[in-house]
């Protein structure tokens, strides 16, 4: 990531973790739609109101383990193997204790918060079945996504996809097989998607014992408690500013709940499409983390500022193209999704408003990532998480607000105006650093031009210098 086009790099780096992020949001969809057309669309609504539940508890896991990856990347800019070594057994410790602690505690509460997002009766005993079997197995996506994490780091992201890949074909096929042919409804969907990514994760894990660069020792397990300070002051923003908007969307599930069970069809058929979308704008977004955190290690602060402006340049051109389809294709798309239902009508058109009217505001978050990750591959976590407080704090007044006159228009547009704010504050904070960093950059090479002018300056004979 340290030398070459920019463009040519992300591209390359982001295109097959694209592919992935996508096939990665497929499992929730595949699960969805086969509970859907295999069991009934009460039991897809189910598994939809658990979705901002689980970014909750599985957004705050993986945002710990992307904080990891931002040391590896930096010392692998940096060629600093042996500590980038150490950083990826300490990021697996890590890991594997936060595991341990959030799973067991989102299972345990899982059906209180859903009753306080006010879940309506005739979905909650299936979303409580559905959420504690994904808690139960969160182990395995977490440990996939940062076995994916730490290859990217190193400026792998081929195999994170082919473990995908074949990680998705299992699910279906186990979704097909569960729901369909042995009739284990929503629970069946579940381990179905668990199965799978013990698979993706073991594919990772064998791709890695074979990279010399990647093999670990006993010795880099010894406990370094100061890498692992630096590790949790770089993951436990991101953990937060993950979890931070996924309360504001748990919040705002619980607004679209109270609105009524046809609504809470149409948001969870939404949602499925619009969590794809975004996918791009999210996935350009990592790459510029790691990109980031290589070329800042190296000391290229001139290539972080152009790969930047030549992400937001993709981002716009891709937020365009799935803005056209959306406003094409939405319905045939939630009609796919839903199924047959005597409500269906109804439930597709609300749904197909959604995609439509978010799609519009794509390109907000076609700035919001890039900057974003930026800022986290130069190891600025904090204003990140920071701006997720004010996302979730637009969310939270506006949802609270609008939809008393507007409706379901009021909660989507709450969810732009945070994305909005957020971005703002972002741009703010990204161009407030890069000029900090230039302003260093610029006084060390002038001490270091005047330090190398002062050695070639010969010495006066009988004086000491």
Same mark, same amino acid.
């Given at each position: 990531?340290?030398?070459?086009?920019?463009?040519?790099?992300?591209?390359?780096?982001?295109?097959?973790?694209?592919?992935?992020? /996508?096939?990665?949001?497929?499992?929730?969809?595949?699960?969805?739609?086969?509970?859907? =057309?295999?069991?009934?669309?009460?039991?897809?609504?189910?598994?939809?109101?658990?979705?901002?539940?689980?970014?909750?508890?599985?957004?705050?896991?993986?945002?710990?383990?992307?904080?990891?990856?931002?040391?590896?990347?930096?010392? *692998?800019?940096?060629?600093?193997?042996?500590?980038?070594?150490?950083?990826?057994?300490?990021?697996? !410790?890590?890991?594997? /204790?936060?595991?341990?602690?959030?799973?067991?505690?989102?299972?345990?509460?899982?059906?209180?918060? %859903?009753?306080?997002?006010?879940?309506?009766?005739?979905?909650?005993?299936?979303?409580?079945?559905?959420?504690?079997?994904?808690?139960? !197995?969160? $182990? !395995?996506?977490?440990?996939?996504?940062?076995?994916?994490?730490? %290859?990217?780091?190193? &400026?792998?992201?081929?195999?994170?996809?082919?473990?995908?890949?074949?990680?998705?074909?299992?699910?279906?096929? +186990?979704?097909?097989?569960?729901?369909?042919? @042995? #009739?284990?409804?929503?629970?069946?969907?579940?381990?179905?998607?668990?199965?799978?990514?013990?698979?993706?994760?073991?594919?990772?894990?064998?791709?890695?014992?074979?990279?010399?660069?990647?093999?670990?020792?006993?010795?880099?397990?010894?406990?370094? @408690?100061?890498?692992?300070?630096?590790?949790?002051?770089?993951?436990?923003?991101?953990?937060?500013?993950?979890?931070?908007?996924?309360?504001?969307?748990?919040?705002?599930?619980?607004?679209?709940?109270? %609105?009524?069970?046809?609504?809470?069809?149409?948001?969870?058929?939404?949602?499925?499409?619009?969590?794809?979308?975004?996918?791009?704008?999210?996935?350009?977004?990592?790459?510029?983390?790691?990109?980031?955190?290589?070329?800042?290690?190296?000391?290229?602060?001139?290539?972080?500022?152009?790969?930047?402006?030549? !992400?937001? $340049?993709?981002?716009?051109?891709?937020?365009?193209?799935?803005?056209?389809?959306?406003?094409?294709?939405?319905?045939?798309?939630? &009609?796919?999704?839903?199924? *047959?239902?005597?409500?269906?009508?109804?439930?597709?058109?609300?749904?197909?408003?959604?995609?439509?009217?978010?799609? %519009?505001?794509? =390109?907000?978050?076609?700035?919001? =990532?890039?900057?974003?990750?930026?800022?986290?591959?130069?190891?600025?976590? *904090?204003?990140?998480?920071?701006?997720? $407080?004010?996302?979730?704090?637009?969310?939270?007044?506006?949802?609270?607000?609008?939809?008393?006159?507007?409706? @379901?228009?009021?909660?989507?547009?709450?969810?732009?105006?945070? =994305?909005?704010?957020?971005?703002?504050?972002? /741009?703010?904070?990204?161009?407030?650093?890069?000029?900090?960093?230039?302003?260093?950059?610029?006084?060390? #090479?002038?001490? +270091?031009?005047?330090?190398?002018?002062?050695?070639?300056?010969?010495?006066?004979?009988?004086? #000491?210098?």
């Amino acid at each position: 990531m340290t030398k070459g086009s920019p463009t040519r790099l992300i591209l390359a780096f982001a295109l097959p973790m694209l592919a992935g992020s /996508i096939l990665q949001q497929f499992y929730n969809l595949a699960d969805s739609v086969i509970v859907s =057309w295999g069991v009934g669309v009460n039991a897809f609504t189910s598994i939809g109101c658990t979705s901002s539940m689980n970014f909750f508890v599985i957004g705050f896991i993986n945002g710990l383990t992307q904080g990891f990856s931002i040391l590896i990347s930096q010392y *692998f800019g940096a060629k600093n193997l042996e500590s980038m070594r150490k950083s990826i057994a300490m990021s697996i !410790c890590l890991s594997a /204790i936060s595991v341990i602690v959030v799973s067991l505690a989102a299972a345990l509460s899982s059906e209180g918060i %859903l009753t306080l997002m006010q879940t309506p009766d005739v979905y909650m005993e299936d979303a409580v079945l559905y959420s504690r079997i994904v808690y139960g !197995c969160v $182990g !395995c996506l977490v440990f996939y996504n940062m076995t994916s994490s730490i %290859l990217r780091a190193v &400026g792998d992201s081929r195999n994170p996809l082919v473990a995908i890949i074949l990680s998705t074909l299992m699910n279906i096929g +186990l979704d097909l097989l569960f729901v369909m042919v @042995f #009739h284990w409804g929503v629970a069946g969907a579940a381990i179905a998607t668990a199965i799978s990514q013990v698979m993706a994760m073991c594919y990772n894990l064998v791709v890695m014992s074979r990279l010399e660069i990647l093999r670990l020792s006993k010795k880099d397990f010894k406990p370094d @408690f100061s890498m692992v300070r630096k590790m949790v002051v770089m993951g436990i923003p991101m953990a937060f500013q993950n979890s931070v908007t996924a309360m504001g969307v748990m919040i705002l599930q619980g607004v679209v709940n109270s %609105l009524g069970a046809l609504y809470s069809a149409a948001y969870a058929a939404g949602c499925k499409v619009v969590n794809i979308i975004q996918q791009p704008n999210a996935t350009f977004g990592m790459a510029i983390t790691t990109y980031t955190g290589q070329n800042l290690g190296a000391g290229k602060l001139d290539r972080i500022r152009k790969g930047v402006v030549r !992400c937001i $340049g993709i981002n716009m051109v891709i937020c365009t193209c799935l803005c056209l389809c959306m406003i094409f294709f939405s319905k045939p798309i939630a &009609g796919f999704i839903v199924g *047959f239902d005597p409500n269906a009508d109804q439930i597709i058109q609300e749904a197909s408003n959604y995609m439509v009217f978010l799609s %519009l505001f794509l =390109w907000v978050l076609g700035l919001l =990532w890039p900057y974003r990750s930026a800022l986290q591959g130069m190891g600025r976590t *904090f204003m990140p998480m920071v701006s997720g $407080g004010l996302e979730l704090a637009i969310r939270i007044s506006l949802v609270l607000t609008l939809p008393l006159f507007m409706g @379901f228009w009021g909660v989507m547009t709450a969810e732009v105006s945070a =994305w909005t704010g957020a971005t703002i504050m972002l /741009i703010i904070d990204y161009y407030l650093v890069i000029h900090k960093l230039k302003h260093a950059t610029d006084l060390n #090479h002038t001490l +270091l031009k005047k330090k190398e002018a002062l050695e070639k300056v010969p010495a006066i004979p009988g004086k #000491h210098s």
